[in-house]
């Protein structure tokens, strides 16, 4: 069965800190996505990024970055010189391609950027 | 603006009852996926939809049941409701399965 963890319930960092939000999860599939969604306190939800099981090379766009280890498997989500913009709760996601390619969601990290 | 629009925005009714839910997609998008936030089991995928066929289901209830017509925009149909149907319905397009998602704001239901 798919399972995503998330043990960080919530997180507060002083702007500026670099901070890293931890994402393992459980798949019986070889061939998966695994992707982070954004929530900002206005409630909108914001897709940042997916990444497929077979592409273990990690990701920069900007202050943003991801490290995904299968032997580990973990995705975790780096967050460079945090800012208050950045405060949000963070969710991370599974989605199988061969068993049914439900997305199953962690319960998120709730992100507080302190100024 | 992310091109999604979710109608409507908020909806208040009462145990028993039957709603619609509506979401259109952005311009091109075929796939449409519709997604549950409530505080007690927190973000839940319910079901996806690519050009009008159903793809994958996920934790929808029976009672819950959606479709995609031919010009994309999707509804959800939420019956016999009960309290615990109190949520916050998403919905989100995208090119095709697992291809970034762009977001509706959302429609909060309450069950009263």
């Known amino acids: 069965a798919q399972k995503v963890t998330q043990a960080q319930t919530e997180i507060s960092v002083v702007e500026k800190e670099d901070v890293t939000l931890d994402c393992v999860y459980e798949?019986?599939?070889?061939?998966?996505?695994l992707f982070w969604y954004k929530q900002p306190p206005s409630g909108e939800l914001v897709f940042l990024i997916r990444?497929?099981?077979?592409?273990?090379q990690n990701e920069i766009s900007g202050r943003y970055s991801w490290n995904f280890q299968k032997s580990t498997s973990s995705f975790n989500f780096t967050i460079t010189a945090s800012q208050v913009v950045d405060s949000a709760v963070y969710f991370c996601a599974l989605s199988e391609i061969d068993y049914g390619q439900n997305f199953v969601f962690g319960p998120g990290t709730r992100l507080s950027v302190l100024p | 603006d992310s091109g999604v629009t979710q109608t409507p925005k908020h909806l208040i009714t009462a145990t028993g009852q039957r709603v619609t839910l509506r979401c259109s997609p952005r311009?091109?998008?075929?796939?449409v996926y519709w997604y549950q936030q409530s505080l007690d089991q927190g973000l839940q995928f319910l079901i996806h939809?690519?050009?009008?066929?159903?793809?994958a289901k996920g934790n929808i209830l029976e009672r819950f049941s959606a479709q995609q017509f031919p010009d994309l925009h999707s509804e959800l149909n939420l019956s016999s409701l009960e309290l615990g149907d109190s949520a916050l319905y998403f919905c989100?397009?995208?090119?095709?399965?697992?291809?970034?998602?762009?977001f509706g704001p959302g429609t909060r239901l309450t069950v009263l």
């Open positions: 989100a397009s995208s090119v095709g399965w697992a291809d970034t998602q762009y």
């Open positions: 311009s091109g998008d075929l796939s």
């Open positions: 798949t019986r599939d070889t061939t998966y996505y």
């Open positions: 939809y690519y050009n009008g066929e159903e793809r």
């Open positions: 990444r497929n099981s077979f592409d273990e």
